[in-house]
């Protein structure tokens, strides 16, 4: 009889644990499904903030839109000579800081020579297309010029169509410099340096009025 007491009281314990492990496996299985709904809910609240910001964006009245396409036809000029169209090029090229009097810069003529017509948005204009045009020289004055055809800062009827852009370091040897009265007789010292320059190929589309 006490045999079978000591049993029930084995098998009590026994179910005891098995109802708190199972308790505990139901707590924890909740606290993920928790823990995975929090860190969804913090993406969608996220994602809900960043449309507000899009949504709550003032759109641009029709009388913006009318005087920026108006600005963008008065910038338009009307050219028939390609090499006005190089002209325009070259100056780009100038005030970003290339050497256009050495081979820096190599326009070839734009293709065909008289232009193209095309029509955008309703109206039609004449469009002369570079190809292979190349520009080499200090980084910076590179990017420079790259950055003026690809944003239309100066000229904004230029559209950039392709690019592919080298970047090089070269050494730079100064003037001679002799030591002092270490130096011994012939001995020289030239100081040298090293700058980061670039040579780029661009494809270039210059829209104008007919």
Do not use: C, H
Request: hydrophobic fraction near 40%; charge should be negative.
């Amino acid at each position: 009889m006490e045999d079978i007491k000591n049993l029930l009281n084995r098998f009590r314990q026994s179910g005891i644990l098995l109802f708190i492990g199972f308790l505990l496996i139901i707590y924890i299985a909740f606290g993920f499904v928790y823990w995975q709904q929090s860190s969804k809910q913090g993406e969608l609240e996220e994602q809900v903030a960043n449309i507000s910001l899009i949504v709550d964006k003032p759109l641009a009245s029709k009388e913006d839109l009318k005087a920026e396409y108006d600005d963008v036809n008065d910038a338009l000029t009307s050219i028939t000579d390609s090499g006005d169209a190089i002209a325009k090029i070259v100056d780009i090229a100038q005030k970003s800081g290339i050497d256009t009097d050495s081979d820096n810069l190599i326009v070839p003529s734009a293709n065909p020579p008289e232009g193209r017509e095309e029509t955008v948005g309703g109206g039609t204009y004449r469009v002369f297309s570079f190809k292979n045009i190349s520009v080499q020289g200090d980084f910076d004055n590179v990017m420079a010029f790259i950055s003026d055809l690809d944003s239309g800062e100066t000229q904004q009827t230029m559209v950039l169509t392709r690019i592919t852009i080298n970047q090089v370091e070269v050494t730079v040897e100064g003037e001679e410099a002799t030591e002092g009265e270490e130096a011994t007789e012939g001995a020289e010292e030239v100081e040298v340096s090293t700058r980061i320059e670039a040579n780029a190929t661009l494809d270039v589309d210059l829209y104008t009025k007919l």
